[in-house]
């Protein structure tokens, strides 16, 4: 942490706004202060809790962001930082992890929390950037494109797949059916992602993007089916499209463990060329990335 941010944390402890909690690697079970105690809203003399439990009082997308950088922590990445709403409705709590190397044994997670106020909250969307798409609730672009080099990383360092699977919804619609769909888009689409390491992003105007880490090409397209059908079913979606017909086009493409060395902007490239694959042949349908397909897909959004 910084000199102002060093300065903030110690006036926040004062005002009993900030706490501390600690994890080891593979363990289940998180320590904390009485600081965090009183911002979990779990009674001061508590020490800890599960892992799934802290989870579990963040809200969904706080989940997900704390996952992450649990997992990026211990992975090596640089420090992480994360802004988190608990469930509860208690303000937004912004947590700064840091690995401590320890005597013997694996290196400890630290967390230090403290709650923002609205003001800070404000503050830190003007200095980081919105983590988070006004309209969906989704991710970010921007996030969404940090989570893609890291998770891209990640892979290529632990010899993982990583698929891209990315969405146009009724790519020549006027912007106010759009818009109907991208909001129902947000409520559903964070439904279909089961993992905490699956990212779900607003990717432009009506194009969405699913990140799906260590997923092979198979899995890929069970996640890419399931997601179509449960879209298609959807009363609110087919009554938000125009006509009451949704269009739908998904672009789909994975690198295997062996592939990953060809870098993330191949696979962002292959999966617009799958996406603009499935618009050329007739649309409302999966495409999967072939290798006959162009690397760099036609000029058109």
């Known amino acids: 942490m910084g000199e102002h941010d060093d300065f ?88 700064r992890l840091g690995l401590v190397d320890l005597p013997q044994g694996d290196p400890l997670l ?7 106020t609205v003001q800070d909250q404000w503050s830190q969307h ?9 309209m969906t609730g989704l991710y970010s672009r921007h996030y969404f494109e940090l989570m893609l080099e890291r998770e891209w990383r990640i892979s290529m360092r632990e010899r993982h797949a990583l698929s891209l699977l990315l969405i146009d919804l009724q790519p020549d619609a006027e912007a106010s059916a759009q818009e109907a769909l991208l909001v129902r888009m947000g409520t559903l689409l964070p439904s279909s992602v089961f993992r ?24 890929a397209q069970q996640v890419a089916e399931r997601l179509f059908k449960g879209l298609a079913s959807d009363s609110v979606m087919q009554q938000s499209a125009p006509a009451g017909k949704l269009v739908m086009n998904m672009g789909l493409c994975c690198l295997n463990a062996s592939d990953t060395a060809l870098g993330q902007d191949v696979l962002m490239a292959r999966s617009q060329a799958a996406i603009h694959m499935a618009r050329l042949h007739g649309g409302d349908r999966i495409e999967v990335w072939q290798p006959h397909f162009p690397e760099v897909p036609p000029a058109w959004d």
């Not at 630290?110 to 923002?116: D, G, H, K, L, N």
């Open 8 to 95: 903030a944390m110690a006036s926040a402890l004062q005002h009993g706004r900030s706490g501390f909690w600690w994890l080891q690697h593979d363990a289940q079970t998180v320590a904390f202060d009485s600081g965090m105690a009183r911002l979990l809203q779990y009674g001061e003399h508590a020490e800890s809790m599960s892992l799934e439990e802290l989870l579990e009082r963040m809200d969904p997308a706080g989940q997900d962001e704390l996952s992450n950088a649990i997992e990026a922590t211990f992975a090596g990445e640089a420090p992480m930082r994360c802004d988190i709403r608990l469930q509860s409705g208690a303000p937004t709590l912004s947590m």
């Open 196 to 219: 905490p390491a699956d990212v779900a992003a607003r990717y432009s105007h009506s194009r969405l993007a699913l990140l799906l880490p260590r997923t092979e090409v198979v899995g």
């Open 126 to 134: 003007g200095s980081l950037g919105i983590t988070r798409d006004a």
């Open 110 to 116: 630290v967390a230090s929390c403290q709650e923002m």
